[in-house]
């Protein structure tokens, strides 16, 4: 179930490109910080995604169809959205608040803010910051959809 939740947290910046500047295509660099509590356990991690904007398209529509979730409210501003989204999985049910700053079209700054009612794996609130920056051409052999991890090992998407 988290990598459910994972996966919805990082799809929520990308399906908010809407009204944002359309952005470059190419390698972007995910910085990502998560705090789960209770414990205030803190990860960070950094990776790499090869975009294009129909992968970005793509993304966005699997986030609008996403089980179970729907859209409580919105707010945009130039450069900024923000999101309330309310998700139920299982007997959980996740209320998320999402801010996201374009700062041009090679850079976004995310702050996502979960509740889980009851706790999922024991967590009862999350906080994910994300920073993107676009960093240049995909490598050769890497299409949209394919990420790098950490250590730098390529993970194909296997297709939009």
Same mark, same amino acid.
């Given at each position: 179930?988290?990598?459910?939740?994972?996966?919805?947290?990082?799809?929520?910046?990308?399906?908010?490109?809407?009204?944002?500047?359309?952005?470059?295509?190419?390698?972007?660099?995910?910085?990502?910080?998560?705090?789960?509590? &209770? *414990?205030?356990?803190?990860? #960070?991690?950094?990776?790499? %995604?090869?975009?294009?904007?129909?992968?970005? /398209? $793509? !993304?966005?529509?699997?986030?609008?169809?996403?089980?179970?979730?729907?859209?409580?409210?919105?707010?945009?501003? &130039? *450069?900024?959205?923000?999101? #309330?989204?309310?998700?139920? %999985?299982?007997?959980?049910?996740?209320?998320? /608040? $999402? !801010?996201?700053?374009?700062?041009?079209?090679?850079?976004?700054?995310?702050?996502?803010?979960?509740?889980?009612? &009851?706790?999922?794996?024991?967590?009862?609130?999350?906080?994910? %910051?994300?920073?993107?920056?676009?960093?240049?051409?995909?490598?050769?052999?890497?299409?949209?959809?394919?990420?790098?991890?950490?250590?730098?090992?390529?993970?194909?998407?296997?297709?939009?």
């Amino acid at each position: 179930m988290r990598t459910v939740i994972a996966i919805a947290a990082l799809l929520l910046p990308l399906a908010f490109a809407a009204d944002a500047p359309e952005i470059k295509e190419g390698l972007w660099s995910i910085h990502t910080q998560t705090i789960d509590n &209770p *414990g205030n356990k803190k990860m #960070e991690n950094t990776s790499t %995604i090869c975009r294009d904007h129909a992968y970005d /398209k $793509s !993304v966005e529509a699997k986030a609008a169809a996403m089980k179970g979730c729907t859209k409580v409210s919105e707010n945009i501003l &130039p *450069g900024k959205r923000s999101v #309330e989204m309310r998700c139920v %999985i299982g007997a959980t049910t996740i209320d998320t /608040k $999402s !801010v996201v700053t374009f700062n041009s079209d090679t850079a976004s700054h995310s702050e996502n803010h979960s509740t889980y009612t &009851p706790a999922m794996g024991g967590i009862s609130e999350n906080t994910m %910051i994300m920073d993107q920056t676009y960093k240049g051409s995909c490598p050769a052999g890497m299409q949209p959809g394919d990420r790098t991890n950490a250590s730098g090992q390529v993970i194909h998407s296997g297709g939009r």
